[in-house]
């Protein structure tokens, strides 16, 4: 060669190549681009130069990717695939790939050499060879698919890892936040199930701070030694792949390699299954949160109280919760499918009421879910609230006409010694005073039992716990209501050796009056009337026994609630009343220990009445308070409209008071939870 002649540059050698020539940078931007590039490809240099290769099919990136990575190694690799060019034509080429290194013997990008495949022969083993590749991809990931449990799914990707790569072993390793634990494996001892590891120090790490999809290691690049996969004897490579779920990392795909060797081919395989198990991992993901928010709808349908239906847009039942079987009677499997065994409301929103065969009250509420055209149907038993709202409603009349009848007497009574004072007589002067008196007292006496039974209400009840001869006290009410009608003979019958008994006299006595009174009313046509007393185990139990009207079946608990009256409800506007007498004399035997309850005989009514036996301690101190109560404490004895005064003797009076109060619950105790960590790397 002449020296005057200028030397060969590499610019002048690309330029003058047959073969198109392209140099790919570490972050994949194409910086050579020779003329015979240009005129196999179609794209001008100042087109692609800077930006990544155009003439890589979409469906074969992954085959490009793999190839790259596997001549990290500094072995060159060459292929016979398929390119496009910028006219949209796809050509037959055979690639040959080499790496750069610098200096140091990092690698700072590829150089890749393009020649036309003419040998028609290649290109169709070429062609056959992939077409089999897919057809094995596509079994496998039908087979991923197969199941919808995320464990499942991730189990069988493990497994489809050695069976699409060749791979010695595998397993997928899950990205929780900054640690990575291996969820699934094959090939591999079970004891690595579940071990976790910092994501800063492990391969899957450094694969997503490359930016990559795929990372390569070997003996030759780093040492395998320290890592967990080093489980598996002879293991000399280890490829890795991002599997993203959503667009996010989820996890990565590990391929193990201790026999057989890797190519690029079992690099794009396992690129490409990657991502065909993202998407397996999404949708199962996705079906079970559908199922867990299932759950938790049917959990919370099925703790609910209310009946809840689920209409489909015909109005038949899809859905139908516990209480809805227990409130109708319909099992689950009578009425789905069919119209629910109740009206329905007319307007959105709008509650109706229904009374079923067996006699209970539902309230029924509809709303439209949109989204999926359905309908929600909530009831619930509203029997308790229909019956007191009816005992309220007979309570407001029944009270309206017990205050009205006392306050019209003293209204005329009084307006008559208004105007005709002058002209009465002293006689009838007193005569209106003291029926004026006898209305007032008949009216504080009504006043304090609406204020009883209201204090009732709020548990603010106050009674003495000191010890009294019950015997002396029941013999006193006894005599009291004797005298009051000429249809009965009350009897008393009380062992002689009674106990002291501890609770409250006052509160005891009215009781009695109560007890007795009813006992008097509910008996119109008169009988015997039994009262015995007799210790039993630690209390006394006092028996009142009548021979009237009974008690209507079922209602033995019933009357002690508020506003139930006694005796058969057709019968209630004749006898009378609040309905709150059984309801305080309940409060008033359970606030001093012992109970009252009602039992249905073959004729009449069987009052049980249960106090306290007084035990050694049972002393108390005396209270001046106890000794001084009030004229309106006292009126509360009447609080059965019976005899009053019954039982007001002084020595009543003289007991010691000792108020009891009710407590709310404890909290319920706190519990705490525990976490583990490792500290290994995968």
């Known amino acids: 060669m002449s020296s005057e002649r200028a030397p060969l540059s590499a610019e002048t050698v690309l330029a003058a190549s047959a073969d198109a020539v392209v140099g790919i940078d570490g972050e994949l931007r194409v910086t050579v681009w020779n003329p015979a590039a240009e005129r196999m490809f179609g794209w001008s240099a100042e087109e692609v130069v800077g930006g990544e290769a155009p003439f890589v099919p979409a469906e074969l990136r992954s085959e490009h990717g793999a190839v790259l990575e596997q001549v990290r190694s500094g072995t060159s690799l060459s292929i016979v695939t398929r390119r496009v060019r910028r006219d949209g034509a796809v050509i037959d080429v055979r690639v040959s790939t080499n ?38 991809l596509t079994e496998v990931v039908v087979d991923i698919n197969a199941d919808l449990s995320l464990k499942s799914v991730l189990d069988r990707i493990s497994r489809s890892i050695t069976e699409l790569t060749g791979a010695d072993a595998g397993g997928f390793v899950l990205l929780n936040e900054d640690r990575v634990e291996l969820v699934s494996l094959t090939d591999l001892s079970d004891r690595l199930q ?26 030759d690049t780093r040492g395998l030694q320290d890592l967990v996969w080093a489980d598996l004897p002879g293991l000399h490579t280890i490829a890795l792949c991002v599997s993203n779920v959503h667009g996010r990392p989820y996890g990565a795909l590990y391929a193990l390699y ?56 015909g109005g038949r039942v899809r859905k139908w919760n516990r209480s809805a079987v227990e409130l109708t009677g319909y099992p689950a499997e009578k009425v789905e499918g069919r119209h629910p065994p109740f009206p329905l409301p007319t307007a959105h929103g709008e509650p109706i009421k229904h009374q079923l065969k067996d006699g209970r009250w539902l309230e029924i509420l509809m709303a439209r879910i949109p989204r999926t055209h359905e309908w929600v149907v909530d009831f619930r038993d509203i029997t308790a609230q229909r019956a007191m709202e009816e005992e309220q409603e007979f309570f407001l009349a029944t009270s309206g006409h017990e205050l009205r009848t006392p306050i019209t007497v003293i209204h005329g009574l009084a307006t008559t010694l208004v105007r005709k004072w002058s002209r009465l007589s002293p006689g009838s002067q007193r005569e209106a005073v003291g029926t004026i008196a006898d209305r007032s007292a008949n009216l504080v006496t009504l006043v ?12 603010e009840l106050d009674v003495d716990r000191v010890p009294f001869d019950l015997r002396e006290l029941l013999g006193r009410a006894v005599r009291a209501f004797r005298p009051l009608s000429d249809r009965h003979d009350v009897v008393l019958v009380a062992d002689e050796d009674l106990p002291m008994t501890v609770g ?9 009056d109560q007890l007795l009174d009813n006992a008097l009313k509910f008996s119109p046509e008169g009988g015997t009337i039994h009262v015995c007393a007799r210790a039993e185990g630690g209390e006394v139990v006092v028996v009142v026994e009548d021979e009237g009207l009974g008690l209507v079946p079922g209602d033995e608990e019933r009357v002690f609630y508020r506003f139930v009256r006694s005796g058969p409800r057709s019968d209630r506007s004749r006898f009378g009343g609040l309905g709150l007498g059984l309801y305080i004399v309940r409060q008033l035997a359970r606030e001093q220990g012992g109970d009252v309850t009602a039992h249905r005989r073959q004729r009449g009514t069987r009052m049980r009445f249960t106090v306290p036996v007084r035990r050694d301690g049972d002393e108390g101190t005396e209270d001046a ?58």
Not at 119 to 127: I, K, L, W
Not at 448 to 459: H, I, N
């Open 258 to 313: 201790s026999q057989r060797k890797v190519g690029h081919v079992e690099l794009e395989l396992l690129e490409l299954l990657a991502a065909h198990a993202g998407v397996a991992i999404g949708n199962a993901m996705a079906y079970e949160e559908l199922n867990l928010q299932r759950v938790h709808e049917q959990v919370v349908a099925d703790s609910s109280a209310d009946g809840i239906a689920v209409l489909d847009f």
């Open 194 to 219: 579940g071990f976790s590891a910092p994501l800063e120090t492990s391969l899957f790490g450094e694969l997503l701070r490359s930016g990559k999809s795929v990372l390569l290691a070997n003996e």
């Open 99 to 136: 790496c750069v290194l610098d200096a140091g013997g990092e690698l700072v990008g590829w150089v890749l050499t393009f020649q036309p495949c003419e040998n028609e022969a290649q290109v169709q083993a070429a062609a056959v060879e992939r077409a089999r590749l897919v057809r094995r």
């Open 625 to 682: 308070g106890s000794r001084d109560r009030s004229d309106a404490a006292v009126v509360r004895m009447g609080v059965g409209g019976g005899a009053p005064g019954a039982n007001h003797s002084p020595e009543h009076h003289q007991s010691q008071e000792t108020t009891k109060t009710s407590k709310s619950p404890e909290a319920l105790p706190r519990q705490r939870s525990t976490s583990k960590d490792a500290s290994r790397r995968p």
């Open 448 to 459: 304090e039992r609406l204020r009883l039974g209201s204090d009732v209400s709020r548990g």
């Open 504 to 512: 409250d006299p006052l509160a005891t006595g009215m009781i009695m």
